[in-house]
């Protein structure tokens, strides 16, 4: 079965430094990664993901992962962040072909920008 | 047209009242999810359409019912629901049940009293 951690509820970081939020998964074959932000009382919006290819992968707002399979790691990075960065941000796998359909979220991280 | 849109913003229903989420997009997707989202936790996904047809059920209680009326639409009939059902509904959508990312709707906030 597919799963994904988030193991940090909270990250602090001062405006301009940068971040680092983190995201481990576990499936079997090659992971389909994605992260997302959320706003409060909105959707999700989609960040950037991972299929096939260069292991830094560039999205939206200066956000990039680096997808790192010897860890089974998927981090979530801004090299300067800003105030308007703080949000509740996801990190979701979707698994091969065959349960390909499930898309599993990790629990969230709050990531709290301070000026 | 790139976004998901879902009506109503708002929805407050007794627990005898039917009512129904609307989900709409025009980006050719031919997945439709739904998925329901509780304050501060992850969306859990309920229900997965592809071209049409339910792919998955998430043993989502009955008093849920999707439909997917054709490859832009997706409904979520809502019937007899309890209190704790109150969250947020997010519809998405996405190429296809692959490696496509999905595309979320606003989402509904719902309050069943």
């Known amino acids: 079965a597919q799963s994904v951690a988030q193991p940090e509820d909270q990250v602090n970081v001062a405006e301009g430094n940068p971040l680092t939020v983190k995201c481990t998964y576990s499936?079997?074959?090659?992971?389909?990664l994605f992260w997302y932000v959320q706003y409060p009382n909105r959707g999700l919006q989609f960040l950037l993901k991972y299929i096939t290819g260069d292991n830094l992968v560039k999205g939206s707002y200066g956000f990039e992962a680096e997808f790192n399979k010897s860890q089974t790691s998927f981090h979530l990075k801004k090299p300067s962040a800003l105030v308007s960065d703080s949000a509740l941000y996801f990190c979701?796998?979707?698994?091969?072909?065959?349960?390909?359909?499930?898309?599993?979220f990790g629990s969230g991280t709050r990531l709290s920008i301070r000026p | 047209d790139t976004e998901v849109t879902q009506t109503p913003k708002h929805l407050v229903m007794g627990m005898t009242n039917k009512k129904s989420l609307k989900c709409e997009q025009h980006?050719?997707?031919?997945?439709m999810y739904w998925y329901k989202q509780k304050a501060k936790k992850p969306p859990e996904l309920m229900f997965v359409y592809s071209y049409e047809k339910l792919s998955i059920n998430e043993s989502v209680p009955s008093r849920f019912s999707p439909e997917c009326p054709n490859s832009s639409l997706l409904n979520l009939h809502l019937h007899a629901l309890q209190p704790e059902d109150s969250a947020l509904y997010l519809c998405a959508s996405s190429q296809d049940l692959t490696a496509g990312a999905p595309h979320f709707g606003p989402g509904t906030r719902l309050l069943v009293l």
């Open positions: 499936v079997s074959g090659n992971p389909y």
């Open positions: 979701a796998v979707r698994g091969p072909y065959s349960s390909a359909s499930k898309i599993i």
């Open positions: 980006m050719g997707h031919r997945a």
